[in-house]
């Protein structure tokens, strides 16, 4: 029960309450791999990477097939800037259940070998805003010679077409399908060092009319204050 008292103090942001929880469950059981792993979340919940990494590695030194600690230890890296290592173990998002997928095809998962003139499924993952920092390899992908075919979420398809001009959608047309590849593995191909990462190069483009629209409707308070508001995902 004390780490799941923890848990519930790690959600409130009650970090030095989760501290004690998860403590007292790790006193009861010094190989306890969850509570190890809470510790993690906590200490990096509080920016103290190095006892993060502490104690997800420790976690899995009890269970190495723990996958929370696998994923979390995966971004830990990405945040230190190890591309490459990071990339890899993000594989673990699918053993955490942290990857919602509505389809499930069966077709040979491209691993970054030659794919010019092949036509290239992209399923989507995770939520939209995750599509759509991932879909900033669209071109990347494109470069390599491949036809792109994408299955993601209907709201995406006209953003996808106003800024990518060669990408097709699954639900438009068939399409013979030479190879498979989930968006967020992209990354372990296109971005291994941070010099793979375009300088600030915008890949989204705008829906002009909207621009229009917005543009004449707020002209009309311009004597108000005017305050937008940034959505941000979980």
């Known amino acids: 029960?004390?780490?799941?008292?923890?848990?519930?103090?790690?959600?409130?942001?009650?970090?030095?309450?989760?501290?004690?929880?998860?403590?007292?469950?790790?006193?009861?059981?010094?190989?306890?791999?969850?509570?190890?792993?809470?510790?993690?979340?906590?200490?990096?919940?509080?920016?103290?990477?190095?006892?993060?990494?502490?104690?997800?590695?420790?976690?899995?030194?009890?269970?190495?097939?723990?996958?929370?600690?696998?994923?979390?230890?995966?971004?830990?890296?990405l945040l230190k800037g190890?591309?490459?290592?990071?990339?890899?173990?993000?594989?673990?998002?699918?053993?955490?259940?942290?990857?919602?997928?509505?389809?499930?095809?069966?077709?040979?998962?491209w691993d970054g070998g030659d794919i010019s003139g092949k036509n290239l499924l992209i399923i989507s993952e995770q939520g939209v805003g995750d599509v759509i920092m991932f879909s900033s390899i669209f071109n990347d992908v494109l470069d390599s010679g491949a036809n792109i075919i994408v299955d993601c979420d209907?709201?995406?398809?006209p953003v996808f077409k106003r800024s990518y001009s060669n990408v097709n959608f699954i639900n438009e047309s068939d399409y013979r399908i030479d190879y498979q590849v989930y968006i967020g593995d992209l990354a372990k191909i296109f971005r291994q060092y941070e010099s793979d990462f375009p300088s600030a190069e915008k890949f989204i483009a705008v829906d002009q009319e909207k621009v229009k629209y917005?543009?004449?409707?707020?002209?009309?308070?311009?004597?108000?204050?005017k305050i937008g508001i940034s959505w941000k995902s979980g």
């Open 154 to 157: 209907q709201r995406l398809i």
């Open 82 to 109: 190890n591309y490459s290592s990071g990339w890899d173990s993000y594989r673990h998002r699918f053993d955490a259940q942290k990857v919602a997928t509505k389809n499930n095809y069966s077709y040979p998962v």
């Open 214 to 225: 917005y543009k004449n409707y707020l002209s009309k308070f311009n004597s108000k204050l």
């Open 1 to 77: 029960p004390y780490n799941n008292i923890g848990s519930c103090y790690i959600r409130l942001g009650e970090y030095e309450k989760a501290l004690s929880m998860v403590n007292k469950s790790i006193e009861l059981n010094s190989e306890f791999t969850e509570g190890y792993h809470n510790l993690g979340l906590i200490y990096e919940r509080m920016n103290s990477i190095e006892l993060a990494e502490k104690n997800y590695k420790y976690a899995l030194s009890i269970n190495p097939d723990f996958a929370f600690s696998n994923l979390n230890l995966s971004l830990l890296e």
